[in-house]
Nanobody, 123 residues
Framework: QVQLVESGGRLVQAGGSLRLSCAAS????????MGWFRQAPGKEREFVAA????????YYADSVKGRFIISRDNAKNTVYLQMNSLKPEDTAVYYC????????????????WGQGTQVTVSS
């Protein structure tokens, strides 16, 4: 069982940067692949990024590749999403998710998810 709590979302101007955090609790965090998804109003939830349990493997959606960086600190039970060069189309609720396999996360499947944090990018 993994519990996830996201934070760090706020209003930011286009071109700016933001770092989201996801604090996890539960004994299986260190064995879990972690990921970020987002959902904009009127749209389906979409995959953003994922990292393996060790952090050695990462996947990114094409729309964020080169701008976003996912990382994790297993000592702190926390996963991060560094978002740079933000665009208005990045506006969404961002959700943290956990699963046993990074491949499942990259395909939109996950066992656990958080309540989300709102990111709004103004033009």
């Amino acid at each position: 069982q993994v519990q996830l709590v996201e934070s760090g979302g706020r209003l930011v101007q286009a071109g700016g940067s933001l770092r989201l955090s996801c604090a996890a609790s539960g004994r299986t965090f260190r064995n879990s692949a972690m990921g970020w998804f987002r959902q904009a109003p009127g749209k389906e939830r979409e995959f953003v990024a994922a990292t393996s349990w060790s952090g050695g493997i990462t996947y990114y959606a094409d729309s964020v590749k080169g701008r976003f960086i996912i990382s994790r600190d297993n000592a702190k039970n926390t996963v991060y999403l560094q978002m740079n060069s933000l665009k208005p189309e990045d506006t969404a609720v961002y959700y943290c998710a956990a699963d046993s396999m990074i491949q499942r996360l990259s395909r939109g499947y996950y066992d656990y998810w958080g309540q989300g944090t709102q990111v709004t990018v103004s033009s």
